[in-house]
């Protein structure tokens, strides 16, 4: 191989690292988001159901901030 073609190889090589690195920032953002979106959430299981699992509601209720 010649010099320009590691060159070029290294750097597509950190063309993908830098583009690797910036997806990964976002979606740890966009899972942060999420997580915080589901915390506002809890759920409440109905006890009075305990004949069979199937027979168990559950619901969900949203959290007031």
Same mark, same amino acid.
């Given at each position: %191989? &010649? =010099?320009?073609?590691? /060159?070029? *190889? &290294?750097?597509?090589?950190? #063309? *993908? !690292?830098?583009?690797? &690195? #910036? %997806? =990964?920032? @976002?979606?740890?953002? +966009?899972?942060?988001?999420?997580? +915080?979106? !589901?915390?506002?959430? @809890?759920?409440?299981? /109905?006890? #009075? #159901?305990?004949?069979?699992?199937? /027979?168990?509601? !559950? +619901?969900?209720?949203? @959290?007031? !901030?």
């Amino acid at each position: %191989m &010649t =010099t320009y073609k590691l /060159d070029r *190889m &290294t750097q597509q090589n950190n #063309a *993908m !690292v830098e583009e690797s &690195t #910036a %997806m =990964t920032h @976002r979606l740890s953002n +966009e899972a942060s988001g999420l997580s +915080e979106l !589901v915390a506002q959430f @809890r759920i409440a299981c /109905d006890q #009075a #159901a305990e004949s069979s699992p199937a /027979d168990n509601r !559950v +619901e969900f209720v949203r @959290r007031r !901030v």
